[in-house]
């Protein structure tokens, strides 16, 4: 099975600062690998993912992640954020849905908590 | 497009009635539906996998007597919770995974709250 590690449960930073939320996984097999983000009362919305190719992977709203397969990481980052970021993010991983697969199924991290300040 | 709906967006019920949440694939067809449930500051937390026209299959601790899952089409998954009770009073999302669309690839729905008096 698959397990994601959100290293911060919350995250304060000011308008216009970088920004990065820490994500870990462990897996046997190879995944994809997503970043999801919650606005509150709300579902979630796909920020970007990765699924093979290039490592550094961009997204929605200006932020992107990069994939390190031999430190099994995808943070994520974004160079100037905005209050409108202040939210949930949700780093997530699924197999690839071959035989013996959990067809499908996402592993979520904890959540990270985005806190911007003006 | 990939827009999921869900039907009440919130909802109160006295204890030991039945709710029924509403899950709809807009704009394509989801071979697999997801339902999760999100107490306050947590994480998503996985009840059942739904597949069109078959049984769902339910996480471990799960109670599918108690959360009935029925997925009648590729745009419509419902759940109702039978017999509910005030600690079934939670945050519920459901989502959709595309056909032909990559593993983990999901299109929640904005949630429905339950409250249970």
């Known amino acids: 099975a698959q397990s994601v590690t959100q290293l911060d449960s919350q995250v304060p930073v000011f308008e216009e600062a970088p920004v990065e939320l820490r994500c870990n996984y462990s897996?046997?097999?190879?995944?994809?690998l997503f970043w999801y983000v919650q606005y509150p009362n709300q579902g979630l919305q796909l920020l970007l993912k990765?699924?093979?190719?290039?490592?550094l992977v961009k997204g929605i709203n200006g932020f992107e992640a990069e994939f390190n397969k031999s430190q099994t990481s995808f943070h994520l980052r974004k160079p100037s954020v905005h209050i409108s970021d202040t939210a949930e993010y949700f780093c997530?991983?699924?197999?690839?849905?071959?035989?013996?697969?959990?067809?499908?199924?996402?592993?979520f991290g904890r959540g990270t908590q985005l806190t911007v300040w003006p | 497009g990939a827009v999921v709906s869900q039907h009440p967006s919130w909802v109160i019920c006295k204890s030991g009635t039945s709710v029924k949440i509403e899950c709809r694939s807009l704009?394509?067809?989801?071979?697999?539906m997801f339902w999760y449930r999100q107490f306050p500051k947590q994480s998503l937390m996985l009840m059942a996998t739904?597949?069109?026209?078959?049984?769902?299959?339910?996480e471990q601790g799960v109670e599918k007597d108690k959360f009935l899952i029925n997925h009648a089409s590729l745009t419509l998954s419902t759940l109702t919770v039978t017999s509910a009770h005030p600690e079934d009073s939670s945050f519920y999302i459901c989502?959709?995974?595309?056909?032909?669309?990559?593993?983990?690839?999901?299109?929640f729905g904005p949630g429905t709250r339950l409250t249970v008096t």
């Open positions: 989502s959709a995974r595309k056909q032909g669309a990559p593993s983990g690839e999901q299109y």
């Open positions: 897996s046997s097999v190879s995944v994809y």
């Open positions: 990765y699924l093979s190719g290039s490592t």
């Open positions: 997530a991983v699924s197999d690839h849905g071959g035989r013996g697969s959990t067809l499908g199924r996402l592993y």
């Open positions: 704009d394509f067809q989801a071979t697999t």
């Open positions: 739904s597949n069109e026209g078959s049984k769902a299959t339910y």
